[in-house]
Structure formats: C-alpha cells, structure tokens
C-alpha cells in the first residue's frame, strides 16, 4: 500500500485581518488566491455555500492555484438546510451545474455540511447519498459529510458512507462531536479550536498531536486534508503552515 498525500489548508482566502500577518503588505487583493494557493495545500471553499459561482469565476481560480493544488468546495445551503435531505436532488444538479469541472484536477472534495440539529434518519440519508454523483463529466468526484450530532455515531450511518468512500469529517470543535472513523480511502479534518492568544492558533502539542494523526492516515494509504476553520480565524494560516512545518510538506 503506498502512503497516501497530506493538505493543509484554511477555509476561504478574502479575510482582512489576513492582510499583513499572512499575506504580504500591499499585497493586491485579486492576488491573495495566487499567494494562498502557493502557500498551503488546499483551501476549502466557503462562498459556494451561500451562492452559485460563474463559470467564469471557477476558471480563475483553476487559473490562480498550482499544480498539485485543490480546492474542497463547500456544497450549497439549499441542498442541506432542507427537511429532507431525499428532497435535495433538485438543489444538487443544480449545485453540480455551476462550472466545478473547470476546476479539473484541482477539485478535492465536496463537503455536505449538516446542521447542528439534524439527526441521524437511516432512510432519508442512505436516499440523499443515492442522489451525490459519482463523476461530472468525466471528472471523478468525491464527497465528505460533516455530521453535526452525535446520533450519527451509528454503525448504519458509517456503512452508507462505506458503501460510496464518502469520508465523516474529524471535527475538532467545542459545539459538535468528534466522530473519528474511516469510511473511504480520504480522511477530512476540520481544527476549529484556534485561540488568538497563540501565534499559531493551536498550543504545539496540540499541533504535533495532529500531526501524527495525519502520519498515521498518510501510513494507512489514506489521502489526507486538514483544514484549519474557526475559532480564531486571523490564526489559522499561521497554524496551518506551522502543521506543514511538522509534517515537511511546508510550501513557502
């Protein structure tokens, strides 16, 4: 079995707190993708939650990134805000039809994001997991769920997500559960516990704790992405390339 890749990345790239602490002063703002991109191994992608992207805005940012970059794209609120999830097909093609394939080999994976309040119904998710695409022309496709409550910490939920290799979330917050289990040959990691009083967000034994955690995935020939989220956000650059510096996939 041969070792699997590791990313680390944030969530999003346009936060002003950014502008001189992690990106260059004076550095122009339609270059900040450019030099995050070069900077860490992914970055998941908030603005798709909350609304379509053009075609043209997809390319760019293809355009932007390296090779061997990804990006992991958050999936629309109106696919998974709704009562039921089977109802989402609708909201999912039309998610689906907005120009990701433009990302090509720089698409990671897409993050089905719950809400807090949604419990684990077996019918309902194994039908909403019937509806996400295997492919979108051509271009394979894969998919990660972050559960938001502890009913699904459930045998049945981790067979569904066996059954398509759609990865759990590794959340690492204060508000939800940490469901830490491997159903497919990726593992996703969500760190949302960063404090502003630390210059690298998390504490270092923290850090080198996530770090082998990754090693152990990566030996387990499972491709890896670590995204450092919420908490204190002007920190997770700085956490994210620390954790780079530990693991020596550091870019910059």
Known sequence: MSEGRIRVGIGGWSYAPWRG???PPKLPQSRELE?????????????????RQSLKTWQSWAAMAPEGFQFAVKASRICVTRTRLAEAGEGIASFMDQGLVALGPKL????????????????DIARFIELLPEQLDGLPLRHVIEPRHESFRDEAFFALCRDRNIAVVFDDADEFPCIDVETADF???RLQRMR?????????????????RARRWQVDGREAYIFMINGAKVRAPAAAIALQQRLGIARA
Do not use: K
């Open 21 to 23: 602490t992690f990106f």
């Open 196 to 212: 502003e009083e630390v210059g690298t967000g998390y504490e270092a034994h923290d850090l080198d704790g996530f770090a082998e």
């Open 187 to 189: 593992a996703y990691a």
């Open 108 to 123: 990671g994976p897409i993050l089905w994001m719950f809400a807090a309040r949604r419990t684990f119904d077996r019918e």
């Open 35 to 51: 030099f995050a991109s070069h900077s860490l191994g992914a970055i998941e992608i908030n603005g798709t939650f909350y609304g």
